[in-house]
């Protein structure tokens, strides 16, 4: 019903502040469905703030965030989440006495409310559907396991997988491969290219190669605004970013 | 503590003066309040620990306080007079030992679990009241206060202000000031905030946080035996005195904001004086009723308090 | 049939902890107690009532509250009410200034009786009341502290406050309440005598069969998504936002519901015990029910229940031969379960059985286990005792 040339998500003029200490600082961004964005900067630049904003953890003190046409600001979290907007967090967040079935389950996007819950049943096409996911982030012999006893990398995957599960239209990374080893990598960009395909990506990183191998479009960020906008050969050869953050 | 009959058939005068020395009686309540909520701030605020048994400390200062008055009273008459001022700081130092003792033995193994150290708490209530019952007797105890304590003065005919409720405010005074001091101005006390703030750091730059959080806690808690001590100036103490302040104390804390000396100060005030007027207007219990349910819904309203700290988290 | 077995008996084991608990509640207590110890053990079974609950809202959900005497208090006082009517009949109070009403309120000079208590002259509505009161006031209560995210260590400290402020509500109104008293001198039930033996045991029954209803619902709850989703709000409620659930209204649910389950353990309580008074209701009695779901394991409804009959039991036994003893045992109960056993008899119970499953399996397979996580049982398929 959304145009489809409009972009997914608008953010116009952007600003949060604490105590007069501007995070962000009049941001203007915006995103496209089916694109893969990832946001570089040093530390402080406001990164992991944006997120924040997005899926209303944080209240922005100024600005817009559209998303499919509606105004995100002043929703609650859990309505940003069924409006279709995902989020992983920084450091691995899944629920540790669950198993991974049950993380996944959970994140089953139907049979939300008390009655739902109490209403809802693991039909066939639930464990498929979780199974098949399982399989897509290498989980699939770890279904039975609880989500303690997962590695750190495993426990990113599920993240992910948990996230797949939402089925979201907008899909927020922060830090996807922090703590993996090279081959962990490996499969996990593979694995973000494959899911790229009808859902926007926006991912916060700082392993230069690894963004190199996926991004489609990059964005700086630098003292909460934006630095630099383009693809990964002409962010590496500009000359404020390589003074600010690459390195020459 | 006061008691009164209807208001009706006194005179507009009469009322003026009731409700002068019903603020005062106010006072005195507020400087217990003070002193209970300072020590459990310290606690709460700055550990996030919370201590279900304060009210037994305070109680344990209250009965330091009539150990001392009775050992003065058998052997050695003539120190009378002097003998209220030491036995305050003998009841701040005990309770604080105590806490010490308390914070090595069983607290510090609770800090990330402030559930836990609720009921944890609970039930060392339950042992220190029955450790006093065996020890003190379940009747209730009081002090021989020296003669300077005793008495009023009257500003006017119909004023009768107790030279005691001025005292304990002085105390309560005194220590707010003391420990405000202490926390800012004193080294242990820049460590006290550092590892509150940033624990793995303070460790990093060599502050001994263990002794730190049991230093805090013990502070706290011998606090709170000073407010025994002023405590033993306007009612008598049973073993369960202190449980009677106990849920006031923390409504105090959490309305005031609970990081936060400023916030604590007029929430005791504040809450203090309402429950002191109310209950001069309404039946005995039921102004006690009143003000806590004015609390609770202001609190359900507004959950961080008056004086709210703006830390990002 | 297999699934309904999983859900509401938690599978073949779930199944056996039920049974087990019904043969001991119907068989073998009434047959070796005295009707008057067994009037005790149904009176341990009404605070079993406020145990279960527990579990759901502590155990499950995370969330501790000091105040469900509150609730056990206003169902058994909806009870007391309609109970005290009906012995309070022009013709039994004969003798009073104004027939037909409560005595306490005789005495405190009230000529008519006060509109608050007329709708309990009705059975039906005293026992709407006696679930829905505790239940309305819980989701009221829930929904305007959890909303503003009011937990942890706040909102224990709130429903203790709360429950303060009944208590002395109820204590200072003896008009009205019936005061420190409570109400007394309760009589029949619709015209049956619930004072006599035969009486005793027929609510003994009922008692013991609604509990088990009672677990028998918390199951089925637990089976469900809810029950998982429960899990999830303990472990980490913000991340459960952010998988798209509303977290404040499934607190709500649990509050709610453990507070429907306390309302029925008050009503039992006052038609087995006949009366009613503050002293159920206030801060003591609150945190005295959490230390039973404690010690018997707040994760277990079972195990719940008998903490809640251990404790008793052993409460009664300190106050007949060393009374003075009591409170540092209590004490040191609090104490003890928070620092050597979190998770209550059940919880060693537990432990126990699944380090002898693991013995049991290296010993049978000793070389495969080497590379695979040594993940113990998986805690929720079938374990609840």
């Known amino acids: ?248 | 503590m006061l008691s009164f009959s209807p208001f009706l058939g006194y005179s507009f005068q009469e009322i003026q003066s009731i409700l002068v020395m019903q603020g005062f009686a106010g006072l005195s309540l507020f400087s217990v309040l003070l002193l209970m909520a300072l020590g459990l701030a310290i606690i709460f605020g700055q550990m996030g620990v919370v201590n279900l048994a304060h009210g037994e400390f305070m109680a344990l200062g209250a009965y330091m306080v009539y150990l001392c008055s009775q050992i003065v009273q058998d052997h050695f008459p003539s120190l009378a007079p002097y003998y209220f001022v030491i036995a305050i700081v003998i009841a701040f130092f005990v309770a604080g030992l105590v806490g010490a003792l308390v914070e090595w033995t069983m607290i510090r193994f609770l800090y990330r679990r402030p559930l836990d150290t609720l009921l944890a708490t609970w039930g060392l209530s339950l042992i220190m009241q029955q450790a006093f019952r065996s020890i003190f007797g379940a009747r209730e105890v009081t002090p021989t206060l020296p003669e300077w304590l005793m008495g009023s003065f009257k500003p006017t005919e119909n004023i009768d202000i107790p030279i005691n409720g001025v005292f304990v405010m002085a105390l309560s005074l005194f220590m707010v000031g003391a420990v405000t001091f202490f926390m800012f101005r004193s080294r242990m006390g820049l460590h006290m905030r550092a590892t509150v703030q940033n624990r793995a750091m303070s460790g990093a730059v060599g502050i001994n946080t263990a002794l730190v959080d049991r230093l805090t806690f013990a502070l706290g808690c011998g606090i709170a035996g000073v407010a025994g001590a002023a405590f033993t100036t306007i009612g008598s103490t049973g073993p369960d005195s202190g449980s009677r302040y106990i849920v006031d104390t923390f409504l105090v804390v959490v309305f005031g904001g609970a990081a936060n000396m400023i916030g604590t100060i007029v929430s005791s005030f504040g809450i203090a004086q309402a429950q002191s007027v109310s209950e001069f207007f309404l039946e005995g219990t039921m102004g006690k009723v009143t003000t806590l349910m004015v609390i609770v819904l202001i609190l359900m309203i507004r959950p961080q308090g008056l004086f709210p700290s703006k830390v990002r988290s | 049939m297999k699934s309904i077995l999983r859900k509401f008996l938690g599978g073949r084991e779930g199944a056996v902890g039920i049974a087990l608990l019904a043969l001991i509640v119907f068989a073998v207590l009434p047959m070796t107690l005295d009707i008057f110890r067994l009037n005790l053990v149904g009176k341990y079974l009404t605070y079993g009532f406020v145990a279960v609950g527990l579990v759901l809202l502590w155990g499950n959900s995370g969330v501790l509250s000091l105040g469900q005497g509150i609730f056990f208090g206003l169902g058994g006082y909806c009870i007391a009410m309609f109970l005290k009517l009906e012995a309070s009949s022009p013709a039994n109070t004969a003798i009073q200034s104004t027939p037909g009403i409560p005595d306490f309120m005789d005495w405190n000079q009230i000529t008519h009786l006060p509109a608050i208590w007329v709708p309990f002259r009705s059975l039906p509505f005293a026992l709407l009341a006696v679930i829905l009161l505790p239940t309305l006031i819980a989701f009221i209560v829930g929904a305007a502290m959890f909303k503003r995210r009011v937990g942890g260590v706040y909102f224990a400290v709130i429903t203790q406050a709360l429950a303060l402020i009944l208590s002395l509500g109820i204590d200072g109104n003896q008009g009205l309440t019936g005061g420190r008293n409570g109400i007394t001198d309760l009589r029949t039930l619709w015209g049956w005598d619930i004072r006599t033996q035969s009486a005793q045991y027929v609510l003994y029954y009922v008692c013991g069969a609604l509990l088990i209803g009672c677990i028998l619902i918390s199951r089925w709850v637990l089976s469900t998504r809810m029950g998982r989703l429960l899990l999830a709000i303990k472990d980490r409620e913000d991340r459960v936002r952010f998988s798209g659930y509303d977290v404040a209204s499934f607190k709500v649910f649990a509050f709610s519901l453990s507070a429907a389950m306390c309302g029925i353990g008050g009503a039992m309580f006052v038609l087995q015990v006949g009366f009613i008074s503050p002293s159920l209701v206030g801060i003591v009695p609150s945190i005295e029910m959490v230390i039973y779901a404690a010690v018997g394991g707040k994760m277990s409804l079972l195990g719940a229940v008998y903490g809640t009959l251990a404790v008793n039991t052993g409460k009664s036994l300190f106050s007949e031969n060393f009374p003075q003893l009591w409170p540092f045992f209590m004490g040191g109960l609090f104490i003890a379960v928070v620092m050597l056993f979190p998770n209550g008899i059940a919880g060693v119970w537990q432990s126990m059985r699944v380090r002898f499953i693991q013995l049991r399996h290296s010993a049978k397979r000793a070389p495969a286990l080497a590379s695979a996580p040594s993940a113990p049982t998986p805690l929720l398929e079938g374990s609840e005792v």
Request: net charge negative; charged share 25%.
């Open chain 1, 1 to 248: 019903m959304s145009n489809e040339k409009e972009p997914l998500l608008t953010i116009e003029d952007l600003t949060v502040s604490f105590d007069g200490f501007k995070a962000v600082d009049g941001l203007n961004f915006s995103m496209d469905r089916n694109e893969l964005r990832v946001i570089i900067g040093p530390n402080g630049a406001g990164k992991t703030t944006v997120l924040d904003l997005i899926c209303g953890k944080t209240r922005a003190t100024g600005g817009k965030i559209l998303f499919k046409d509606r105004e995100l600001r002043g929703m609650p979290e859990h309505k940003i989440v069924r409006f279709g907007i995902g989020r992983k967090f920084q450091t691995p967040s899944i629920y540790e006495n669950l198993t991974v079935f049950e993380n996944l389950e959970i994140s089953y996007p139907s049979g939300h409310s008390v009655f739902g819950c109490l209403a809802f049943r693991r039909t066939p096409e639930v464990i498929e559907r979780i199974e098949s996911v399982a399989e897509a982030v290498f989980l699939k012999e770890m279904l039975e396991i609880e989500g303690a006893f997962l590695s750190h990398g495993q426990k990113q995957w599920l993240e992910i997988g948990m996230l797949l599960m939402q089925e979201p239209e907008l899909l927020m990374l922060d830090e996807p491969v922090a703590g993996m080893s090279p081959a962990e990598r490996e499969r996990t960009g593979d694995l973000l290219q494959r899911i790229c395909k009808n859902r926007a990506i926006l991912i916060i990183e700082h392993d230069m190669e690894f963004v190199q191998r996926i991004a489609h479009k990059v964005t700086v960020l630098h003292l909460g605004k934006i630095l630099a906008e383009g693809s990964m050969a002409e962010i590496q050869s500009n000359e404020r970013v390589q003074d600010v953050y690459l390195g020459h």
